[in-house]
C-alpha cells in the first residue's frame, strides 16, 4: 500500500500561471517531507523541503504548504516556467534517512 | 565532484539471464540507497546501505534481487534469473549527513529492459 500518494498523473499550466502539485500521506509519525524534481534521463534532484513542525517553507518561486490535520501538502510554483516541466516526486522521511516517494506528477508548462 | 555514477546507463537482456548495476556514491557520503522506478510505483527504495552495511532490505521484491556495497565506493544491485516485470529504471543515491540524510543525491539512473 502507498503510504505517499500522488494522485494526479499529470499537470498542464500556461506560463506565468501557478502551478499547483499534491500528495497526500497516511502516516502521521512522518517527520519531514520533501519534493524532488526530475527531467528525463537525470536522476531526481532535491527541490524543498518542510519539517512537520511547520506549515509553510518558501525558496524563490517555490512554497510548500503542510496540512497536517489532513495529511496533505502541497508544492506551488508562482509564476510557472517552461523549464519547471518535469516530474515531480513528493516524498516522506522515515527512520533513519529513509525516504517514500510518491508516483510523481508529470507538469507541463505551455509557453 | 562527478556526483553519483551509475552503469551502465541502459540494459537490455532475454528473460533468465543475469543482470548486475552498478553505482559508485559520491566520495564521503557514508549512506547509499538503491531505489527503482515503474509508472505504477513511482519510486520504491529497495535497499540501503549505511558504513557499507545493509540497514534495510525490505523493499527488495524477492530472492532473486540481492545487493552488495563491498566498499564505501562500489555497490551491486543483481537480478538472477531476470524477469520481463523487473523492466524499470533503477536508481542509486547517496547522502552524507544523517542528520539530513533524506536529502539524497541521485545517479541517472540503469534503464533495464528484459525481455
Known amino acids: 500500500d502507498q503510504q505517499v500518494k500522488q494522485n494526479s498523473p499529470s499537470l498542464s499550466v500556461q506560463e506565468g500561471r501557478i502551478s499547483i502539485l499534491n500528495c497526500d500521506y497516511t502516516?502521521?509519525?512522518?517527520?519531514?517531507f520533501l519534493w524532488y524534481k526530475k527531467y528525463p534521463a537525470e536522476g531526481p534532484t532535491f527541490l524543498i523541503s518542510?519539517?512537520?513542525?511547520?506549515d509553510k517553507n518558501e525558496d524563490g518561486r517555490f512554497t510548500v504548504f503542510l496540512n497536517k490535520s489532513a495529511k496533505h501538502l502541497s508544492l506551488h510554483i508562482v509564476p510557472s516556467q517552461p523549464g519547471d516541466s518535469a516530474v515531480y516526486f513528493c516524498?516522506?522521511?522515515?527512520?533513519?534517512?529513509?525516504?517514500?516517494f510518491g508516483q510523481g506528477t508529470e507538469l507541463s508548462v505551455k509557453p | 565532484d562527478a556526483g553519483v555514477i551509475q552503469s551502465p546507463r541502459h540494459e537490455v537482456t532475454e528473460m533468465g539471464q543475469e543482470v548486475t548495476l552498478r553505482c559508485k556514491p559520491i566520495s564521503g557520503h557514508d549512506y547509499l540507497f538503491w531505489y527503482r522506478q515503474t509508472m505504477m510505483r513511482g519510486l520504491e527504495l529497495l535497499i540501503y546501505?549505511?558504513?557499507?552495511?545493509?540497514?534495510?532490505d525490505s523493499g527488495m521484491p524477492e530472492d532473486r534481487f540481492s545487493a552488495k556495497m563491498p566498499n564505501a565506493s562500489f555497490s551491486t544491485l543483481k537480478i538472477q534469473p531476470s524477469e520481463p516485470r523487473d523492466s524499470a529504471v533503477y536508481f542509486c543515491?547517496?547522502?552524507?549527513?544523517?542528520?539530513?540524510?533524506?536529502?539524497?543525491?541521485f545517479g541517472p539512473g540503469t534503464r533495464l529492459t528484459v525481455t
Open positions: 502516516n502521521s509519525m512522518f517527520d519531514y
Open positions: 543515491a547517496s547522502t552524507e549527513d544523517p542528520d539530513r540524510a533524506y536529502e539524497q543525491y
Open positions: 516524498a516522506a522521511s522515515a527512520e533513519g534517512g529513509k525516504l517514500i
Open positions: 518542510i519539517s512537520s513542525i511547520k
Open positions: 546501505f549505511n558504513n557499507n552495511v545493509p540497514i534495510d
